[in-house]
């Protein structure tokens, strides 16, 4: 059974046009994570949410914000997508008791 | 900034041969990780490693963590196609991983 859930899992966009990508987990974690991983790199952190403190990372882009309604779902917003947005995004989460991150299959999108 | 390299970025090698993957950081971490992402794919938690010195092993994966708690190392035994993919060490801190920079690895059947 999924337990981290990445909804679309491909997004196409227009360069400017703005994009919600969703994530929602089944495991009640408190901590949830979205990162950008680009081609043949490793996944950068954007932010974190601990409950519902958000933690931005101090290179992350203004054109990026997030949400985080509930426990279970977590939205990236991007404002204006560039064409150095196209990439694939994912979604992680961990319980505060252990340092276990758990992926969703991540979110790859594409800027027109 | 914490930054963990990974050596080889790139290996390429035929089904049947052992393989080691490193990961060097100047940080000391309280827990270092390894992960399998495979294409289109999150990545897979392996396993986690937390004391210096440790061993652990994983069928044909044997893992390492350094005596100081700064590098680690992944040893595959006899390679199989299904290894193919990218592996990623991790840092833990402060409910944060930080990555490694990725060792994209194919085995040739």
């Known amino acids: 059974d999924a337990m981290v859930i990445q909804n679309p899992r491909y997004q196409v966009t227009q360069f400017g046009k703005p994009v919600t990508l969703s994530c929602s987990q089944t495991?009640?974690?408190?901590?949830m994570y979205w990162y950008q991983q680009k081609s043949s790199q490793a996944p950068k952190l954007l932010f974190h949410?601990?409950?519902?403190?958000?933690?931005n990372e101090a290179d992350t882009p203004d054109n990026f914000q997030s949400r985080r309604p509930n426990t279970s779902f977590c939205f990236l917003d991007i404002r204006s997508p560039g064409l150095g947005d196209a990439a694939m995004y994912l979604c992680a989460t961990t319980s505060r008791a252990t340092d276990t991150q758990y992926f969703g299959p991540g979110t790859r999108l594409t800027v027109l | 900034t914490q930054l963990l390299e990974q050596s080889p970025q790139f290996l390429s090698i035929q089904e049947g041969e052992n393989l080691t993957v490193y990961c060097n950081s100047s940080s000391v971490f309280s827990s270092l990780q390894w992960y399998r992402q495979e294409p289109g794919e999150g990545p897979v938690l392996l396993v986690t490693?937390?004391?210096?010195?440790e061993v652990k092993k994983l069928k044909r994966l044997t893992f390492q963590f350094g005596d100081a708690r700064k590098d680690s190392s992944l040893h595959i035994t006899a390679a199989q196609p299904g290894d193919t993919g990218l592996y990623l060490c991790a840092g833990v801190g402060n409910e944060k991983l930080t990555f490694g920079t990725g060792t994209r690895l194919t085995i040739i059947p």
């Open positions: 490693v937390v004391t210096g010195g």
């Open positions: 495991l009640n974690h408190n901590v």
């Open positions: 949410y601990y409950d519902k403190d958000f933690n």
